[in-house]
């Protein structure tokens, strides 16, 4: 009954752990498995023997060896058969056996898997750590290689967004040139020049007036006809004299109001009061303003 159940366990596990393997190996082993089972032991090696001589890779060695050292085992032969248990496991030291043993021929071959682990533990640590300082190498590449796109993405970007920016720009209507005449202060010089003339005129005819009055008061008209001449003459420059003051007075203060506020319309323009007075004029300016700046 136990050999029955072995058997359709062997059965069970032989094509699952032969996946890998060729199929010639695979045919004598499993021919090798139908032998152990009906405890023909010597026949079960001679497959097996026949199995590696078709071995095409490692792992084919790996299942010939553990099989064999199974038949080993249960022909009572444990040196050999742990021998070749570690055959096994130093090519793979996962590898299961491919048919269920006895309890016996389980611990002999786990002390010889923990044998063969103990003694490739420098050689597994170090292709562990090859295969992981591989990973991070590969890992790194991955990640330059994606640093290196999303900069040029960002560069691109950032052109396209210049170009946009430019041709906005040239679309964009040139701004208008607006040309300013010359300023009111520019001119207040006419006024101004007019109303010193007129104040020279004035002195003239207050000064003349004034000889004309002198020369009655004194007594030094020599006829009554030069007298009415000197007297008539006199009136006539101080009306002239007079006239020509307001004249001054209303040129001079035209050229000080012309030169406050006939700066540009930025600058604040000061408050400026014109009144009239008897016998002349007055202005009055209220403000601040750059005398200096008014001059360029």
Same mark, same amino acid.
Request: aromatic content about 6%.
């Given at each position: 009954?136990?050999?029955?159940?072995?058997?359709?366990?062997?059965?069970?596990?032989?094509?699952?752990? #032969? &996946? $890998? $393997?060729? $199929?010639?190996?695979?045919?004598?082993?499993?021919?090798?498995?139908?032998?152990?089972?009906?405890?023909?032991?010597?026949?079960?090696?001679? $497959?097996?023997?026949? *199995?590696?001589?078709? *071995?095409?890779?490692?792992?084919?060695?790996?299942?010939?060896?553990?099989?064999?050292?199974?038949?080993?085992?249960?022909?009572?032969?444990?040196?050999?058969?742990? =021998? *070749? #248990? @570690?055959? /096994?496991?130093?090519?793979?030291?996962?590898?299961?056996?491919?048919?269920? !043993?006895? %309890?016996?021929?389980?611990?002999? /071959?786990?002390?010889?898997?923990?044998?063969? =682990?103990?003694?490739? /533990?420098?050689?597994?640590? &170090? @292709? =562990?750590?090859?295969?992981?300082?591989?990973?991070?190498?590969?890992?790194?590449?991955?990640?330059?290689?994606?640093?290196?796109?999303?900069? =040029?993405? @960002?560069?691109?970007?950032?052109?396209?967004?210049?170009?946009?920016?430019?041709?906005?720009?040239?679309?964009?209507?040139?701004?208008?040139? +607006?040309?300013?005449?010359?300023?009111?202060?520019?001119?207040?010089?006419?006024?101004?020049?007019?109303?010193?003339? &007129?104040?020279?005129?004035?002195? #003239?005819?207050?000064?003349?007036?004034?000889?004309?009055?002198?020369?009655? +008061?004194?007594?030094?008209?020599?006829?009554?006809?030069? /007298?009415?001449?000197?007297?008539?003459?006199?009136?006539?420059? *101080?009306?002239?004299?007079?006239?020509?003051?307001?004249?001054?007075?209303?040129?001079?203060?035209?050229?000080?109001?012309? #030169?406050?506020?006939?700066? %540009?319309?930025?600058?604040?323009?000061?408050? !400026?009061?014109?009144?009239?007075?008897?016998?002349?004029?007055?202005?009055?300016?209220?403000?601040?303003?750059?005398?200096?700046?008014?001059?360029?």
């Amino acid at each position: 009954m136990r050999r029955a159940l072995v058997l359709c366990l062997a059965l069970l596990l032989s094509g699952a752990a #032969f &996946a $890998q $393997q060729s $199929q010639e190996v695979i045919k004598y082993l499993q021919a090798a498995i139908t032998l152990y089972e009906n405890l023909e032991y010597a026949k079960a090696l001679a $497959q097996v023997q026949k *199995a590696r001589t078709k *071995a095409k890779s490692p792992d084919d060695e790996a299942r010939c060896s553990v099989l064999e050292a199974i038949v080993l085992a249960d022909m009572g032969k444990d040196d050999k058969a742990s =021998k *070749a #248990f @570690q055959e /096994a496991f130093s090519i793979d030291p996962e590898l299961k056996l491919p048919v269920a !043993v006895a %309890p016996k021929i389980s611990a002999l /071959a786990e002390k010889a898997r923990e044998q063969v =682990k103990k003694m490739l /533990a420098p050689t597994i640590a &170090a @292709q =562990k750590a090859e295969e992981e300082k591989r990973l991070a190498d590969e890992k790194a590449k991955a990640d330059a290689v994606k640093a290196e796109e999303d900069k =040029k993405r @960002q560069e691109a970007l950032a052109q396209q967004q210049r170009e946009d920016e430019e041709r906005r720009k040239a679309m964009q209507p040139p701004p208008a040139i +607006v040309k300013q005449g010359p300023s009111l202060r520019s001119f207040s010089w006419i006024p101004g020049a007019a109303g010193l003339l &007129a104040a020279g005129v004035a002195t #003239f005819g207050f000064v003349s007036a004034s000889s004309r009055y002198t020369s009655l +008061v004194q007594g030094t008209v020599g006829s009554n006809a030069d /007298a009415m001449a000197a007297r008539d003459s006199g009136k006539t420059f *101080a009306a002239l004299g007079w006239v020509m003051s307001g004249v001054a007075v209303a040129g001079i203060g035209a050229a000080v109001v012309m #030169f406050l506020v006939g700066a %540009p319309p930025a600058e604040p323009a000061p408050a !400026v009061t014109l009144a009239v007075l008897p016998g002349g004029g007055a202005v009055t300016i209220s403000g601040s303003f750059d005398l200096v700046e008014g001059l360029r």
